[in-house]
């Protein structure tokens, strides 16, 4: 038997490619799992990106590591004294702080349990857990897990049959599959907000939208999953391929809480598909005019086209939503539907974004090119339809093979990865695969090119918005407007300039 008393959930340092923002938002993962253990346990929680958000390392390769450094979370991991250490792995770059981390652990304390969960360790466990330092891996979501794993471990129970847990034992890897997910998510307890050093991020201010109408804002989740199947997703294999939600009154009730005792006036929804059910989304905006909660609200993880309606939106426009981010992905309907696979109509986007505008909602979205199959006339097809559409701001990304995709599956199927490809080192402005109709650097130049025309119309169209949005940023993160300036558009501009004059 072990006993079990203290606790420490981690957030690792972030990465990000040069010159872009450097999020820094309420880890809610390691924030849930929290809520969960605190009942039984002495509970700590150290975001490392946002109490070491003004230290950067450049990593080359266009990359930068920002967060805490490895000697002062070591520091932290002995004072505090942990049994456990669990870490969560957002995103596939993360992973080296993590290996780190895990390493440090056992410095300080070889008997210190690690337990690492998030998106890669649960779609790649066997090649994780080849890392020395590394324990367990909860697969998929841990708030039943976790739990049900300390307890055996702390009864000396043997735990080799628990659902979704990957282990190492005599030098063996064993991965359980998950088979089972909660349903009812209103038995959960709300996100352990009061173990977050909530302060930090009104001051550091670069929430994933990038920019917000307030300082004092939150992200919230009210559902999980998605019933779409685009092929660049694989959050909807995290979730199980299963849409499951919290009920309109205990999301209401989340928001009060954060309006009420942290003085939230901005909730950014972070859903995969806050709308599908729509007389949900109905009751949540509707309760959000009736409690008089007086909030801005956006969607910056983005909003399902293919369930909104004019009715909704203006119910949506009434409770406070100020700015939706549109995931459209492509500006070809071909491409849409027969290789993402995204149950969404183009025609009707348009009309859609117009009367998103005339409700004067600023309407940002996200494209993704150089899918297997997409043609270079397809993908300049994607810039036209943004720039048709007249949207407030976008997101351009290259197509990147991540684990639990679909479209992993395929490029490896095809062949189509490049040799040296590396799940840690990917980059959302590079492309870790080439195909018959493009190599990844025709890819790369027609993405700088065609993004910095797009934002130069954004600039010209609307030039004091362009201000406005961007100024806030300006103050809180000179450094990284520069660089953005300076690594991605100052060349764009350059070799633009030089053609024309030839």
């Given at each position: 038997m072990q006993p079990?008393?203290?606790?420490l959930?981690?957030?690792?340092?972030?990465?990000?490619?040069?010159?872009?923002?450097?999020l820094?938002?309420?880890?809610?993962?390691?924030?849930?799992?929290?809520?969960?253990?605190?009942?039984d346990?002495?509970v700590?929680?150290?975001d490392?990106?946002?109490?070491g958000n003004?230290n950067?390392?450049?990593?080359g390769?266009?990359?930068?590591?920002?967060?805490?450094?490895d000697?002062?979370?070591?520091k932290?991991?002995?004072?505090?004294?942990p049994?456990?250490v669990g870490?969560?792995?957002?995103?596939s770059s993360?992973?080296?702080?993590?290996r780190k981390?895990?390493q440090?652990?056992?410095?300080?304390n070889?008997k210190?349990?690690?337990?690492?969960?998030g998106t890669?360790p649960s779609?790649?466990p066997?090649?994780?857990?080849r890392?020395?330092?590394?324990d367990?891996?909860?697969?998929?979501?841990?708030?039943d897990?976790l739990?049900?794993?300390l307890?055996?471990l702390?009864r000396?129970q043997?735990?080799?049959?628990l659902?979704g847990?990957a282990?190492k034992?005599?030098d063996?890897?064993?991965?359980?599959?998950?088979?089972r997910?909660?349903?009812?998510?209103?038995r959960?307890?709300?996100?352990?907000w009061?173990?977050?050093?909530?302060e930090k991020?009104?001051?550091i201010n670069?929430?994933?939208?990038?920019?917000c109408k307030s300082?004092h804002?939150?992200?919230i989740?009210?559902?999980r999953?998605?019933?779409a199947?685009c092929?660049?997703?694989?959050?909807?294999n995290?979730?199980?391929?299963?849409?499951?939600?919290?009920s309109?009154k205990?999301?209401?009730?989340e928001?009060?809480l954060l309006?009420?005792?942290?003085?939230i006036k901005e909730i950014?929804?972070c859903?995969d598909?806050?709308?599908?059910?729509?007389?949900r989304a109905?009751?949540?905006f509707?309760?959000?005019?009736?409690?008089?909660?007086k909030?801005f609200?956006n969607?910056p993880?983005?909003?399902?086209?293919w369930?909104?309606?004019?009715?909704?939106?203006e119910l949506m426009k009434?409770?406070?939503?100020?700015?939706?981010?549109?995931?459209?992905?492509?500006g070809?309907?071909?491409?849409l539907?027969k290789i993402?696979k995204k149950?969404?109509?183009?025609?009707?986007v348009e009309?859609l974004?117009?009367?998103?505008?005339?409700?004067?909602?600023?309407?940002?979205?996200f494209f993704?090119?150089?899918?297997p199959?997409?043609?270079?006339?397809?993908i300049?097809?994607?810039f036209s339809?943004a720039k048709k559409?007249r949207?407030?701001s976008?997101?351009?990304?290259?197509?990147n093979?991540?684990p639990g995709?679909?479209?992993y599956?395929i490029?490896?199927?095809?062949?189509y990865?490049?040799?040296?490809?590396?799940f840690?080192?990917?980059s959302y402005?590079?492309?870790?695969y080439?195909?018959?109709?493009?190599t990844?650097?025709?890819l790369?130049?027609?993405?700088d090119k065609?993004?910095?025309?797009?934002?130069?119309?954004?600039?010209?169209?609307?030039?004091?918005?362009?201000?406005?949005?961007?100024?806030?940023?300006?103050?809180?993160n000179?450094?990284?407007?520069?660089e953005l300036?300076?690594y991605r558009y100052?060349p764009?501009?350059?070799t633009?300039f030089?053609?024309?004059k030839?």
């Amino acid at each position: 038997m072990q006993p079990i008393e203290k606790i420490l959930l981690i957030y690792p340092q972030s990465v990000t490619t040069v010159g872009h923002p450097r999020l820094c938002a309420h880890p809610l993962g390691i924030a849930c799992l929290g809520a969960v253990l605190k009942k039984d346990y002495r509970v700590k929680l150290l975001d490392a990106t946002a109490e070491g958000n003004r230290n950067f390392e450049n990593l080359g390769n266009g990359m930068v590591r920002y967060g805490l450094l490895d000697e002062e979370i070591k520091k932290r991991i002995a004072e505090y004294s942990p049994n456990v250490v669990g870490i969560t792995c957002l995103i596939s770059s993360q992973l080296p702080f993590i290996r780190k981390i895990c390493q440090l652990t056992k410095e300080v304390n070889r008997k210190t349990i690690t337990i690492i969960g998030g998106t890669h360790p649960s779609f790649l466990p066997k090649e994780v857990l080849r890392e020395k330092g590394i324990d367990f891996i909860i697969l998929g979501e841990g708030e039943d897990t976790l739990p049900g794993l300390l307890k055996r471990l702390e009864r000396g129970q043997d735990f080799a049959d628990l659902d979704g847990i990957a282990f190492k034992r005599d030098d063996q890897i064993q991965v359980n599959p998950r088979t089972r997910y909660i349903e009812e998510l209103d038995r959960l307890p709300f996100p352990a907000w009061e173990l977050l050093p909530m302060e930090k991020y009104s001051k550091i201010n670069i929430p994933m939208s990038v920019t917000c109408k307030s300082r004092h804002w939150a992200p919230i989740i009210t559902s999980r999953g998605c019933p779409a199947k685009c092929i660049f997703c694989s959050s909807v294999n995290f979730w199980g391929h299963h849409y499951r939600t919290h009920s309109a009154k205990n999301v209401l009730d989340e928001i009060e809480l954060l309006v009420k005792e942290y003085k939230i006036k901005e909730i950014q929804f972070c859903d995969d598909n806050l709308v599908f059910d729509k007389k949900r989304a109905k009751e949540i905006f509707q309760g959000i005019i009736d409690r008089r909660l007086k909030i801005f609200w956006n969607t910056p993880n983005g909003i399902a086209l293919w369930r909104l309606d004019e009715e909704l939106l203006e119910l949506m426009k009434a409770s406070g939503c100020y700015e939706l981010t549109l995931a459209i992905e492509s500006g070809d309907q071909e491409v849409l539907s027969k290789i993402i696979k995204k149950p969404l109509n183009l025609a009707r986007v348009e009309s859609l974004t117009r009367a998103i505008q005339r409700l004067k909602i600023r309407t940002h979205s996200f494209f993704i090119i150089g899918f297997p199959g997409e043609t270079k006339e397809q993908i300049r097809r994607t810039f036209s339809f943004a720039k048709k559409l007249r949207l407030t701001s976008a997101f351009f990304f290259i197509a990147n093979p991540l684990p639990g995709s679909k479209l992993y599956e395929i490029c490896k199927e095809k062949g189509y990865i490049k040799d040296d490809f590396d799940f840690e080192a990917i980059s959302y402005s590079k492309s870790n695969y080439e195909t018959p109709e493009f190599t990844s650097q025709e890819l790369e130049n027609i993405m700088d090119k065609e993004d910095f025309n797009f934002h130069l119309s954004v600039l010209f169209r609307n030039p004091i918005f362009f201000i406005q949005r961007y100024l806030l940023f300006l103050i809180v993160n000179p450094l990284s407007l520069f660089e953005l300036f300076r690594y991605r558009y100052f060349p764009v501009f350059r070799t633009l300039f030089r053609k024309r004059k030839t």
